[in-house]
Each structure stands twice: as C-alpha cells, then as structure tokens.
C-alpha cells in the first residue's frame, strides 16, 4: 500500500499554517494583535515541519512545494497590507514581493530540474553564498528577522508599542534592529534570482549539446 502523501505529518503541519495565515489575513485591517500572533504563529512552524520531515523520514516534493508557497503567499498578502498602510512606499514593496515571488519560484524549478528534492538542498558545487544562506542558523536568522521587521512595520501602523528607554517603543526598536536583516534577505533573493537562472540557462546548454551530438 502505497503511502498517502496528503496525510504526511509535515504536510499536516503545512495545512496548519495555512489556516493561521488566513485567520492572520482577515484579522489584518482591524485586530492586529491576534493577526501578528497568527502570522507569526504560522511562521514559525515553517521551522517545525522541516523537523518532522527529517525525524519521521516523510520529506516530500508536495511538502516542499507547500511550503515555499505557504511563505511566499503569507508575505506577499502583508506586503499588500502594508502598501495599503504605507502608500508612499508601495513601489518598495511591490519591488520586495515581485523579487521574493520570482527568486524563490525559478530557483524551486531549477532545483527539481536538476533532480533535487528541495530548494534547500544546496550542493556543495553551488552558489557558496547561498551554501552559507541555507545552514540551518543563518537561514532561520534571515527568515525570522524579514518576518519580523514585516510584521513590526504593519504594527507600526496602529501604535509604537509598548515605550522603552529615552521614550522609543518596543515596535520601532525591535523594526530598527531587523531592517538590516531584512534588506540583506533581499539582496540574496536577487543572488537566487541570478543562480536559478545560471542552473537553467547550463540545462539548456547541456541538453542541447545533446542533441547535437544524437545528430
């Protein structure tokens, strides 16, 4: 009997995250406490499910896929909050979201054209800055630090947050500290961008040279 992909634990965990982006989506114009906790919540287990995969030996193409899209997707529905929220921004944000959509799904179809399970899986022939990007600490550094200077601006909306010292609330403190993060994030979407289409581009050297030799 065949196993039911569907029904692998970490795909269980992947329709979870599902359901509190969504919650997070319809709590956003109104309740930004219990959406950031939602939003927040779902990323987080983005970190879960990859352990569940390794542990129960259930990695899969589907789960991989489903959570690409999960991030990809949430981010993207924030980032339109946040246009809406910060108009005189939104050509840095539709920029933000066109590059993280683009980057991450060639570099996905360049993966699985090259016959790996996941965007992750980066050998050690590949791009040395995205080796460093997707060991375990850096990746979950630069994915929790963009999530949360994200989710921080769109708190940034409704009140600085609880107030620190010299009167700076906990917010823009906590935004300051992850802007960095977040932009360096960005610019190795670019440097996925540019492999994903190195890969591609070798494919379609490889496979023609192929053919011409057949002929």
Same mark, same amino acid.
């Given at each position: ?35 950031? +906790?939602?939003?927040? /919540?779902?990323?987080?287990?983005? =970190?879960?499910?990859?352990? !569940?995969?390794? &542990?129960? *030996? ?47 799904? +060639?570099?996905?179809? /360049?993966?699985?054209?090259?016959? =790996?399970?996941?965007?992750? !899986?980066?050998? &050690?022939? *590949? ?62 979407? !670019?440097?996925? &961008? ?22």
């Amino acid at each position: 009997m065949s196993d039911n992909v569907y029904l692998f634990v970490p795909n269980l965990i992947g329709y979870g995250r599902i359901v509190l982006a969504i919650m997070s989506f319809w709590f956003m114009p109104y309740d930004p406490t219990r959406a950031t +906790l939602c939003y927040l /919540s779902s990323a987080l287990l983005d =970190s879960l499910d990859g352990h !569940a995969a390794r &542990l129960l *030996g259930q990695s899969s193409k589907f789960g991989a896929m489903l959570d690409m899209l999960t991030d990809r997707c949430a981010t993207m529905c924030l980032l339109v909050v946040l246009s809406q929220f910060y108009p005189s921004y939104m050509i840095l944000f539709q920029l933000s979201m066109s590059l993280d959509i683009a980057s991450h799904w +060639l570099f996905m179809h /360049s993966t699985m054209m090259k016959g =790996s399970q996941s965007h992750k !899986a980066i050998d &050690l022939s *590949g791009n040395p800055i995205l080796r460093q990007y997707y060991t375990k600490p850096v990746l979950f550094v630069m994915c929790s630090g963009n999530e949360l200077f994200y989710s921080m601006l769109y708190l940034l909306h409704f009140n600085y947050g609880p107030t620190l010292l010299f009167g700076i609330g906990l917010w823009q403190l906590i935004c300051v500290l992850t802007f960095p993060i977040a932009a360096v994030k960005s610019a190795i979407s !670019a440097v996925h &961008l540019y492999a994903a289409s190195a890969n591609i581009v070798a494919i379609d050297v490889a496979e023609r040279e192929g053919r011409l030799k057949d002929n």
